[in-house]
């Protein structure tokens, strides 16, 4: 378990790193920070973006209701929708913290506690979506390797974030870290939080209703 948990969080944090590659020094707190060439076409659209996280919130809230708790993908489900609950969750409450510019804001990334209406660290698109895919690779993973490629969705997000300058390099990895983290958390629960909160009948799924 141990080994599933590290690749799961190296897999989701190194991907983040790749746009990384032909970094130069810049700022932050790492000292890595900097803007790179602004790009908002192809791929990479703010558009496309957005409708990667509604896709997301979509298939995650869809599959945990239509499968209920009754299998092991359905609860892995309950699992996903605790994890990008509670990512997005955590990154509002830290933006509220660190108040830091965004690179459309600003060119110096050393801009931290700046007013409520600064909201780039850490990145909740990230964190919600490193959060909804780490359960289904620390459940399937080991019995399916191609589960991982699910990280590519938070590393393009990441990817796609700073080309838009909508977000900094230590942005998209402290979301990414946030979002693996609560993953696991959710992923070592006794049972999924959000689903003991609902009536039982929503731990039968619709799809089982209605057989």
Request: proline share 5%; charged share 15%.
């Amino acid at each position: 378990m141990a080994r599933r948990i590290f690749i799961v969080s190296a897999i989701v944090v190194m991907a983040c790193l790749l746009p990384l590659s032909n970094a130069y020094a810049g700022g932050g707190p790492l000292g890595i920070d900097h803007k790179l060439h602004y790009d908002n076409s192809g791929i990479w659209k703010r558009s496309n973006q957005k409708n990667l996280q509604y896709a997301m919130i979509v298939t995650v809230i869809g599959g945990s209701f239509a499968l209920g708790d009754q299998s092991r993908l359905g609860d892995t489900f309950w699992r996903s929708l605790d994890a990008m609950s509670f990512s997005a969750l955590g990154s509002a409450g830290l933006k509220l913290t660190f108040q830091r510019k965004r690179p459309s804001q600003t060119n110096n990334p050393n801009e931290f506690f700046k007013g409520s209406g600064y909201q780039s660290f850490p990145s909740g698109e990230v964190a919600a979506l490193s959060g909804a895919v780490t359960p289904f690779i620390v459940r399937y993973g080991s019995d399916h390797p191609a589960v991982y490629a699910l990280a590519l969705l938070p590393a393009y997000d990441a990817v796609a974030r700073m080309k838009t300058h909508g977000h900094w390099q230590t942005d998209v990895l402290a979301g990414a870290a946030l979002g693996v983290g609560v993953g696991i958390w959710a992923s070592h629960r006794k049972s999924p939080l959000i689903l003991g909160w609902l009536p039982g009948g929503f731990s039968v799924g619709f799809v089982h209703h209605f057989k």
